[in-house]
Nanobody, 126 residues
């Protein structure tokens, strides 16, 4: 199983980025998926998650991301996306994508642990 995250970069506050995660080696529709981030000196946190296809879609958003970020998935292309708008310097971190067959995703929490990508750096300058 491989997850390849891309799309990170250096942007100014207020700008947008879309992160992409290419997944191979699994039938992605069976997996919950999510984006996590880790800033220097801080613990990793879940940014946004989406439940497996074929179930009632459930999404999770970090409070600070709600209204600015949107997660989506394209199971036909084995892709996961994170559309990030109105970026803030506090969004600066390494962003990781992850999938799990037994992901626990609620509107208030996200737990994903099976497979992880290598991360892509997002830097937002003020």
């Amino acid at each position: 199983v491989q997850l390849q995250a891309s799309g990170g970069g250096v942007v100014q506050a207020g700008e947008s980025l879309t992160l992409s995660c290419a997944v191979s080696g699994i039938t992605m529709s069976h997996y919950g998926a999510g984006w996590f981030r880790q800033a220097p000196g801080k613990e990793r946190e879940a940014v946004s998650c989406i439940s497996a296809s074929g179930t009632r879609t459930t999404t999770y958003y970090l409070t600070s991301a709600e209204g600015r970020f949107a997660i989506s998935r394209d199971d036909a292309r084995n892709m996961i996306y994170l559309h990030m708008n109105n970026l803030e310097p506090t969004d600066t971190a390494i962003y990781y994508c992850a999938v799990d067959t037994i992901a626990v995703i609620r509107s208030t929490m996200c737990s994903i642990d099976d497979y992880w990508g290598q991360g892509t750096q997002v830097t937002v300058s003020s």
